[in-house]
């Protein structure tokens, strides 16, 4: 099988064959590789381009290199080219310990185990069973790129989170943006994880820092990126509440509620 192979020839899966890309012939050890390769700096742009994995039609077995038709064992030698194997995705992996599966409603492959994942026709992608009667859906969710790192997010594979918004984001560039103390969605705004521990920490922070009387009766308008309410409060120097959902996460509005300078607190 393919345990007997010396090498892997992809860097991204252990399998036991390489693929001819149908858009430009080339061999390559996996779309991810073909991709890579084909839409990096060196390549001219008007010759940059992804695989259509759905059309490939032949593979080459990394054992004896016979080219032949998709399929899961080897008509040469009788090598397993992959212990899980995708017919619709003419897909090859021998690490079965990533639960594969193939969605039909994805129309691709998906890792985690089918058990464990349902598919929301609506947002157009698989979410974890903990999301079934909680997540907030938005049409074509993943079908987009990841809002901080632009890489497109419905096949990627990285992991990725839901925020409680809807929209979706790799979940490192979450955690990076976390750690530069950005917390609110770069897509729309609004708080991307449960404020309310930070809200009670503002409003000590505030009621500790009383403003000059001059300040003492200005008032603002303020749109709340939460909930979407405006509302003329107290201005304070450090950040204003929102008197509806008592969210920090607002911006000041001139006028008829025209946005100024953005100044979100999150």
Known sequence: ??????SPVCEHYTRGCRIRAPCCGEVFGCRHCHNEAKNSLEIHLNDRHEIPRHEIKKVICSLCDKEQDVQQYCSGCGACMGKYFCEKCNFFDDDVSKNQYHCDGCGICRTGGVDKFF???????CYSNVLRDSHHCVEGAMHHNCPVCFEYLFDSTKDISVLHCGHTIHLECLNEMRAHHHFACPVCSRSACDMSDAWKKLDEEVAATPMPEFYQKKMIWILCNDCGATSNVNFHVLAQKCPGCSSYNTRETRGCGRPAAARSTV
């Open 119 to 125: 598919h929301c026709d609506k947002c157009g992608c």
């Open 1 to 6: 099988g393919s345990g007997n192979l010396i």
